[in-house]
């Protein structure tokens, strides 16, 4: 085994003090958000979700945080993933934002729904043609033999959809 028990380092950046917490949980996450968006951190959309299958196993993956507001969190999937399956057989996620260069992580536990359909093609129709394609090509969680069997699929869509609006794919979804 490995020891890795001298990897240390003083975290004292900040502080939360509770006299300084806003009664709205939201405007402080919102808060977080704006300085690790201007501290220029790497993804910092980037959240793990966490989900559990029908045996209570734990999943854990990372995926980007499209919306927030006082009703909840979004991110978009396809709905045929292992973490939408898993979210729909039970709904109680959690999810972890770790922006470690502010010595800072924000935990949510909750209930995950669904989008509406008009909701889902709304932020569709904001992405770039080829991440629109690409929702159409990725089947999230499934096996691939090569990774040219992806990108020659990708190139398939893409001649398909050369010319008009590429259609919002009913296999995806925001949950």
């Known amino acids: ?23 709205n ?7 977080w958000m704006t300085q690790a968006r201007d501290a220029e951190l790497s ?14 196993q734990p999943f854990q993956r990372i995926v980007l945080l499209k919306r927030f507001d006082d009703t909840g969190f979004v991110f978009f999937t396809n709905l045929g993933s292992r973490k939408a399956q898993q979210i729909a057989a039970n709904n109680k996620i959690s999810l972890h934002f770790p922006w470690h260069p ?9 209930e995950a729904q669904a989008l509406s359909t008009a909701e889902v093609l709304k932020y ?3 992405r770039p043609k080829d991440s ?9 969680s499934s096996k691939l033999s090569a990774r040219q069997v992806l990108e020659g699929k990708f190139f398939e869509m893409k ?15 925001a949950i």
């Open 1 to 23: 085994m490995t020891d890795l028990s001298d990897i240390r380092r003083e975290y004292a950046k900040g502080g939360l003090r509770r006299a300084d917490l806003p009664q």
């Open 25 to 31: 949980p939201m405007d402080l996450f919102e808060l």
């Open 43 to 56: 993804d910092p959309t980037a959240m793990c979700v966490a989900t559990v299958d029908e045996q209570g």
């Open 102 to 110: 502010l010595e800072r992580q924000v935990s949510v536990l909750g």
């Open 124 to 126: 569709f129709l904001t």
């Open 132 to 140: 629109q394609i690409a929702a159409w090509v990725s089947q999230q």
């Open 159 to 173: 001649a398909k959809f050369a010319k008009g609006d590429v259609p919002l794919p009913s296999f995806w979804g």
